[in-house]
Structure formats: structure tokens, C-alpha cells
């Protein structure tokens, strides 16, 4: 017994000591870098991506893609929606929303969000136009219905765009907890094992990648949960021949972790992601949310960081906290 105290009085000097207490501080905030950067990365591809969505890609999108020629470089808005420098479409909107939600509820709780979700769809709250613009498919169906889409068909990657900010709320749950929340939160708008499965490998990556390993290592670990438990998931853990932009949120997934492969810092992925055509906002966003958990807040470009410190974004505290690290 004397032994054991001895041995523990040395572990509390160890712990006390400036030296190991500057390791734990240097630790928390590199995970608070981490985090701000998946949130900021998630709404800064938003804003990027918006500007060609739905279009032909400026770049080849076979891997490795090559950022060459003219292409997008800047958050410059316009697009199909006609949007301001610094407007956010329904992924910025829905993220507030549901950022907003955890804020009051500290857990996933899908009465809560989608009581948000609704702020949005009718009042225009959330938004940087006052309205809800973007929405698609099966989010308007199912906040329209009170009812999660079910059908195959209805594997969108609309829960995916917002879901990141859920990694900031339980990094301290277990595992178990993520995957099981997320896809709850996933089944407010979507009901389909794809979309709910996809979400949960989503939030799990992020987490890994906030408590620092490397993307590489972090999809091992997330393949070794997921892999095989449906055909349909397989993908998202498999280097594509060509990267697909349609708003299915397997391929959605899948190319946001692979543009990061081949990536080397945060803009690399993030221009690559809102030029290869297609969905790109969410495309950017997802693509934003895991190279920001993967470089954090401080590698992001100045240039566009600029534009989370401008109203109306400014007044959505839920968010706006996460900046100050």
C-alpha cells in the first residue's frame, strides 16, 4: 500500500509540474484551433461554393486534381442565386440552426431542431437574405410534412451540410454517443440508413481529426466501425477514379475526404472542392469542415476568414464563440 501512495504522489508532482501543464494547455488549444476551424470551414466553403453551383467544373475533377488555368480563388458570390461576397446558403442557414438548438439543449434533441429548422423555412432566420434560399428536396419535404423522407431516393446531403457542429458538442461523449446522436439529428429531414450511416461516419472522422490524427489514420479508424455494415457506405472509405458532385451524400462524403488526401493544406482543398462543379457549396462545405479539423482556424486565409467577422453573421453567438480561441 505505501507503494501505491508513493507511487501516486509521484504521478500528482509529475501532473503539477509547469512542464506537463504547459503540454495539457498547448493540447486544449490545438483542439480549440481545431474546432474553430471545422466550423469556419464549413461555412467559408459555403461561401465559396456558391458561386459556381450547378455548373460545369473550371478544373478536371479526376485525382489528383490540378489547380491551374482560370478559376475561382476568392468568396465573390453572384451564382444562380445572386448572392452578395459573404452571403450563406441553406448549409450556413441550417448550421446556425442546429448550432443554435445545441446551445439551449447541450444534446442532440430533433424537437429542438427542428423547431429552428422552421425558423428558417418560414421566417427567414439564420439566413443572410432573410429567407430560406437553397432548400432542397427532401428537407423541404420533410420540414413541409413533419415527416423524415425514407425512400432510397432521398439520400441528399442535406443533413450532412450542417451536422459538423454536433463533433464540437460531444467531443467529451464516447463514441457511441456521436454515432448514435448524429444520426438522430440526420433523421430529422432524412430517414434512409445511407444518409443516417453517412452522417455518423462524418462526425466521427471530424472527432478523430480534432484529437489529432492524421486523416489517413482517423478513416482507418472510422472504416473499421462502418465498413460493410451496408454496401451502400463502401465508398465513402474507397479513392474515387472521378469525383462526383451530385448532392448524394455518399459521394458528397467521400469526395470532401479524398480532395483532403491529396490536399496539402486548407485553401488547396477548399478551391479544389468549389471548382470541380456541381453541388458546390455543400461540396465546400464539407470539404471546408474537414480541412479546418485538420489544419485548424489559424491556417485559413485571412481573405476569407475576413468575411465570419461581418454582420449578419456576427450576431449568431452559437457560432460566433467558437472564434474566439
Known sequence: M????????????CMQKTETQSVFNELEKTKK?????????????????????GCFPTIKPYPPIKLEGEYQKNI??????????????????????????????RVVDE???????????????YSSTNTAIGIGKTTYKALKT????????????????????????????TDKELIEDSAKSASVTHGHPIALFT?????????????????????????NTFYDIIEDINPIFEEPD???????????????????????????????AINIGGDTD????????????????ESIPKRFKKYLFKPPLTKYTSIMKFFIV
Not at 472521378?242 to 455518399?250: G, L
Open 111 to 125: 424537437n429542438s431542431e427542428r423547431k429552428h429548422y422552421l425558423k428558417w423555412f418560414y421566417n427567414g432566420e
Open 242 to 272: 472521378i469525383y462526383t458532385t451530385t448532392p448524394y451524400c455518399v459521394t458528397t462524403l467521400q469526395t470532401a475526404i479524398w480532395l483532403n488526401m491529396e490536399s496539402k493544406n486548407f485553401e488547396e482543398a477548399v478551391l479544389k
Open 199 to 223: 452522417n455518423s461516419i462524418y462526425n466521427l472522422l471530424l472527432k478523430y481529426l480534432i484529437l489529432n490524427y492524421p486523416l489517413e489514420e482517423a478513416l482507418e479508424k472510422v472504416k
Open 33 to 53: 484551433d481545431k474546432i474553430a476551424g471545422m466550423i469556419a470551414g464549413n461555412i467559408i466553403g459555403d461561401m465559396l461554393g456558391i458561386t459556381q453551383e
Open 282 to 297: 455543400t461540396i465546400g462545405a464539407v470539404t471546408g469542415a474537414i480541412a479546418g479539423a485538420i489544419y485548424g482556424f
Open 76 to 105: 465573390i458570390g453572384g451564382g444562380h442565386l445572386n448572392l452578395n461576397a459573404g452571403d450563406w446558403s441553406d448549409d450556413t442557414s441550417m448550421l446556425i440552426a442546429l448550432a443554435t438548438s445545441l446551445d439551449e439543449k
Open 2 to 13: 505505501s507503494d501505491f501512495k508513493e507511487h501516486c504522489d509521484k504521478v500528482s508532482d
Open 146 to 173: 413533419g415527416k423524415p423522407q425514407k425512400d432510397r431516393l432521398s439520400n441528399g446531403n442535406g443533413a450532412l451540410m450542417r451536422s459538423s457542429i454536433i463533433t464540437a458538442y460531444y467531443l467529451d461523449k
